[in-house]
């Protein structure tokens, strides 16, 4: 379960109040990308997201979507940059509840599974369509980022790129117990 922040920007053109919410669905087309964690994150394509908005009840909306972009990293072995394509489908359920009613955030809950839809609570019958984004593109991106699964990084001694480039320093290493036996030999 996630639970949005308060302190939301007047004049927010993604905030949909819950009333203009059919229950037949609304459908919503975002190029808009005020809402993009820029700080946290270096995108380098545009916002192109298509979301659908359904009012089950007076207190709850179901939200299914999908979310194109692009974002840009340092791989941590070689430190190349590398662009990750985004192409995120979400299915988020929006809960209003008055904040006497809102249950405490569970400590050390456990993760929800692929097919369980994440739950938002709100504190006020509406949803600001940029936290919803933003939150999804965070949890989705890996914590972890390599620009290939097999990425050989630099060799620690000389710095090259071993993607590219090989290097002779693993022979020449006087620590390791082969260098050790050679140098035996020689003697
Ligand atoms: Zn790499
Ligand atoms: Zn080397």
Redesign the pocket.
């Given at each position: 379960m996630l639970f949005l922040g308060h302190g939301r920007r007047a004049a927010n053109p993604l905030k949909v109040q819950f009333a203009e919410i059919s229950d037949t669905g609304n459908h919503y087309e975002i190029t808009e990308d005020s809402w993009f964690p820029d700080k946290e994150i270096r995108r380098c394509a545009p916002i192109r997201a298509h979301l659908q908005l359904v009012r089950e009840n007076d207190s709850t909306v179901t939200l299914e979507g999908r979310l194109q972009t692009g974002v840009r990293f340092v791989?941590?072995?070689?430190?190349?940059t590398?662009d990750l394509p985004v192409d995120l489908r979400m299915r988020v359920i929006l809960e209003y509840a008055e904040e006497s009613l809102l249950p405490l955030p569970e400590t050390g809950g456990t993760a929800a599974g692929p097919e369980t839809p994440d739950t938002v609570m709100l504190d006020e019958p509406a949803v600001d369509l940029g936290d919803i984004l933003r939150q999804q593109v965070l949890l989705s991106l890996p914590l972890k980022h390599?620009?290939?699964q097999d990425?050989?990084?630099l060799c620690p001694r000389c710095g090259v790129?071993l993607?590219v480039q090989t290097c002779n320093c693993l022979d020449q290493d006087d620590s390791s117990p082969f260098a050790v036996l050679k140098k035996l030999k020689k003697s």
């Open positions: 791989c941590d072995r070689c430190l190349t590398y390599l620009c290939r990425c050989r990084g790129d993607n």
